[in-house]
């Protein structure tokens, strides 16, 4: 069992930064494969970005690919998606998501969610 809550979602200006954290509460939770997910109104839920168990491997979706980057803290039981030069397009819910089984971006892989945190870019 996982347990995990989102923060620092907010308002951002086109071109800034923002940094997504996911704390995490429960047993083994280096034994989870992370991710991070985004949905938009009227568009389905997608995967931006995911991290291995051990953090050795990360993934990105291309959209956001070179702007984006996730990492994992397993003492602090945190993991972080910085958002660099964002976009208008990346306007969304956020949401961490962890898996037990499988490293993949289908959200039905995960097995337990954030709440989701709103980030809103202005242009």
């Known amino acids: 069992q996982v347990q995990l809550v989102e923060s620092g979602g907010g308002l951002v200006q086109a071109g800034g930064s923002l940094r997504l954290s996911c704390a995490a509460s429960?047993?083994?939770?280096?034994?989870?494969?992370m991710g991070w997910f985004r949905q938009a109104p009227g568009k389905e839920r997608e995967c931006v970005a995911a991290?291995?168990?051990?953090?050795?491997?990360?993934d990105y979706a291309d959209s956001v690919k070179g702007r984006f980057t996730t990492s994992r803290d397993d003492a602090k039981n945190t993991v972080y998606l910085q958002m660099n030069s964002v976009k208008d397009e990346d306007t969304a819910v956020y949401y961490c998501?962890?898996?037990?089984?499988?490293?993949?971006?289908?959200?039905?892989?995960?097995?337990?969610w954030g709440q989701g945190t709103q980030v809103t870019v202005s242009s």
């Open positions: 429960g047993r083994t939770f280096s034994s989870y494969a």
């Open positions: 991290i291995s168990r051990s953090g050795g491997r990360t």
């Open positions: 998501a962890a898996s037990q089984w499988t490293y993949s971006g289908i959200p039905s892989q995960f097995n337990y």
